[in-house]
């Protein structure tokens, strides 16, 4: 069983040494071998992660200098709440929707819901899948369109929608989720389960122009961290509307995701790069599903419907320990550093590092399960 309270330690060890490296800049990626930051000046699309990190670091820890360095950072994401990104809804969501939460400020939750329908508006009209945006941010990527959607789309665009609906009651953020969710049932799951990470659609008949991936291994692969999004964000799903045919596509994604995977459910970057197994991990893949997991166990009280899945949190966590700094005594790295994550393997562009969104995806789980409770 995993010492949850030691890698919780050790994490928020992590998120210390990290403010020191970083100064006013933004973490993405650090050195595996020694634990040096790759910073942005803008926080690229994963700003809002570190957001977060200082918020539960600084609850956690009971030192409000760190709530306040969130807040601080979240003015510093605002000029992005125009930009035609879906990454808004990460970005927003873990910024200024949990800061309100944490703070009771209402200028943080009048800026979630002006992410909230901007995010919203950017349905396609057709067909009201929901695109990654013709400024889309992601340095590893160069790829932008209103008429490309990604599976990872079922997590990060409709984060806002969720929380939104609850703060206003405008039933246009449910619906527009549901007209997405089902859309991506219909063309990105695949009968085997697993799910295609991206398709062009032709934005005047809503026909599907062509299927590919950027991340993967190639166009009929598998590639996990989209496959994760695509677990956590319809057991959300089943968490905020109660259907259970979105319990039953996480299950499905989750199986087909497990069966690929040793006992700790730490996959490869993608379940079918013919180059197996001499290919990358990802344990951010698998932080992104115990984040979920962990949710899912602490508001749903184990439910038995979910059981299948929630069952899997405490290996899951298990495997991402055994990726995490120190490796013994003699290790010299920084605390904390979950390792063995995989940006961009076609580009070979941090494909064996530590990432922002592993530690902020496992920061958020052991949070919860530490309170027993999810902020929003």
Sequence with gaps: MTDRHRLLDDLLDRVESTRTAVGDRWPYHADPDGGVWATTDDGDWCGGHWVECLRVAGRLSGRRELIEEARERTEWLRPKLERDDMFRGHRFFYSAARLHAETGDDRLRILALAAAYAVRSMAMPVNGAMPIGHQVQVKSTTLASR????????????????????????????????AHLDLTIRDFVRADGSTVEFIEYDPDTGGIMRAFTLLGAHDQSCWSRGQAWAIAGYLRAWEELGEARYLAVATKLFDYWWD?????????????????????????????????????????????LARGLTDRLEPMLTGLAAHTTPFGAADPRPAGMMVDGCFNQPKRFANRSELLWTLAYTLMALSYLEDRAVPV
């Design 260 to 304: 690929r995977t040793d006992d700790t459910g730490i996959p490869a970057y993608d379940f079918d790069d013919p180059a197996a197994p001499d290919i990358p991990l990802d344990t951010s893949a698998a932080a992104v599903v115990a984040e979920q997991l962990a949710r899912t166990l602490v508001l749903r009280g184990a439910d038995s």
């Design 147 to 178: 008429a490309i959607v990604a599976v990872d789309n079922v997590h990060p665009n409709l984060m806002l929608d969720w929380w939104a609906a609850r703060q206003t009651g405008d039933p246009a953020f449910h619906a527009g989720a549901r």
